[in-house]
């Protein structure tokens, strides 16, 4: 089911609609699980490092879970400044 809100935002391309690919979807999990790991690892020597790679860890389990629902963003739904998104894709 695709949300009226979804339904816009692939309207405005924004998103867009892709194959369902759960071993995508798996992979991103673990490398997000992976991402927390390390986070509590380092987090007492490096803060702003365990932040980011828990930040990494938020977006991948994010895309992760479009990507089982056979959606992701475009480029024009990509951070301002464009170009890679990592871990995601690219922004085109």
Sequence with gaps: MVTKRTQA???????????????????LLIEAARHVDSAGVVAERDREGAYSLAY???RKSIVAHMTVHGIRPTSAGCARGGGRVRGGGTCR
């Design 56 to 58: 990494d860890a938020v």
């Design 9 to 27: 935002l692939i309207a405005e391309r924004r998103l867009e609609r892709v194959p369902i690919d759960t071993r995508r979807a798996n992979a």
